[in-house]
């Protein structure tokens, strides 16, 4: 998943109560005291019907009208396929959990020619902020029409997270056009940036990054270490993890789904002079879902994400 442009920072006010409610304060071995922030609803418990045409489906959130801190793009599925968007056939569906509970499932699907301006994947997600979709749009004919807009407010300076999941990739990957990709796996990602956005700027502070292709059929723990900026790119990161993310083409004119080029380099702050104002995290079924590249059928279960200090 990708880039958001700055002049849609302004709509992260619609969530920006919810995501430091649950704090409590740790001492170090220093004496210091930090304020262990976790975000609302990171066990996935909290799910809401949403009727579409004679069926419904779930998406995460105490209701459609609550400041949610997590989103998903079943909205936009459902603009593409219509009455045929139901519970349990969804990118993002509700499901039992690690420990009893429920648990968020992501599904990479193929939604055919003709849907998502001609892309035919839809890979699942689940990330932090909000989904926006343009009111006035009655089909989704450019990619600023429908798109994920990512992060919510926070100041923790967490040392890791972890999460549990199950991953099952697929084995056939596509591209938008419904056309298979010959020598390409799947895989599916797992993200946390954080970052100060101030002055009209925004500047990463933070990364930690999980990507794997390989099956886990039963239930794993996963624990990834976040990185702090000093001014620069932390050393040892990828290249995917150095620039700056967006969702599909930048601008209403598309690029080509076949073009190589790479998103700018992210404008790095420095931890020492600068603190975190929001937080990115990103699961999704397919890691190159944000170009509309997957493979249908690769499914990421997660549960149980936290911020470890």
Excluded: C
Excluded at 11 to 29: F, N
Excluded at 128 to 152: A, E, K, W
């Amino acid at each position: 998943m990708k880039y958001i442009s700055i002049g849609l920072i302004s709509l992260m006010s619609m969530v920006a109560s919810e995501a430091l409610a649950q704090t409590k304060p740790h001492i170090h071995e220093q004496g210091s005291i930090v304020q262990e922030v976790q975000l609302p609803n990171s066990n996935f418990e909290h799910w809401y019907a949403v009727k579409n045409d004679d069926n419904y489906y779930d998406d995460i959130g105490e209701s459609a009208n609550s400041k949610n801190t997590w989103s998903t793009g079943n909205a936009g599925y459902v603009k593409g396929v219509g009455r045929h968007a139901v519970r349990g056939s969804m990118p993002t569906d509700k499901v039992q959990g690690a420990d009893g509970g429920f648990a968020a499932r992501l599904t990479t699907h193929e939604v055919g020619l003709g849907i998502f301006a001609k892309k035919g994947i839809a890979a699942g997600s689940l990330f932090t902020g909000v989904f926006y979709i343009d009111p006035n749009s009655r089909f989704l004919l450019h990619d600023n029409q429908i798109r994920p807009i990512f992060g919510v407010p926070f100041t923790g300076k967490p040392k890791s997270f972890s999460f549990k999941y199950k991953y099952i990739p697929a084995k056939v990957v596509e591209n938008g056009r419904d056309s298979k990709i010959d020598g390409m796996s799947d895989a599916m990602d797992a993200y946390v940036i954080l970052e100060n956005r101030s002055g009209g700027s925004v500047k990463r502070l933070a990364i930690g990054w999980f990507r794997s292709g390989a099956t886990q059929s039963t239930w794993k723990e996963q624990t990834v270490p976040l990185v702090y900026a000093h001014g620069s790119a932390p050393a040892g990161l990828q290249d995917y993890e150095k620039r700056i993310l967006k969702y599909g083409p930048e601008t209403v004119n598309e690029r080509s789904l076949d073009s190589s080029d790479k998103q700018p380099l992210a404008s790095w702050g420095d931890i020492a002079t600068m603190n975190p104002t929001h937080i990115i995290v990103v699961f999704s079924s397919s890691y190159e879902g944000d170009d509309f590249i997957g493979a249908p059928g690769s499914t990421l279960t997660v549960d149980d994400f936290k911020l470890n200090y």
